[in-house]
């Protein structure tokens, strides 16, 4: 079960980073999930 679930990350791991081809893209793509996050909590409130 422990190894289904580390290549199951491992996969979705590998396709988040395949997404976007530089680290910079991997940072704005992370910020823009940050955003949509906080947005989210402020409509929650």
Not at 36 to 41: G, I, R, S, T, V
């Amino acid at each position: 079960m422990k190894r289904i679930a580390f290549a199951l990350i491992a996969c979705v791991s590998l396709l988040v980073t395949a997404g976007c081809n530089t680290m910079e893209g991997l940072g704005k793509d992370i910020q823009k999930t940050g955003e949509k996050l906080e947005d989210a909590a402020a409509r929650k409130k």
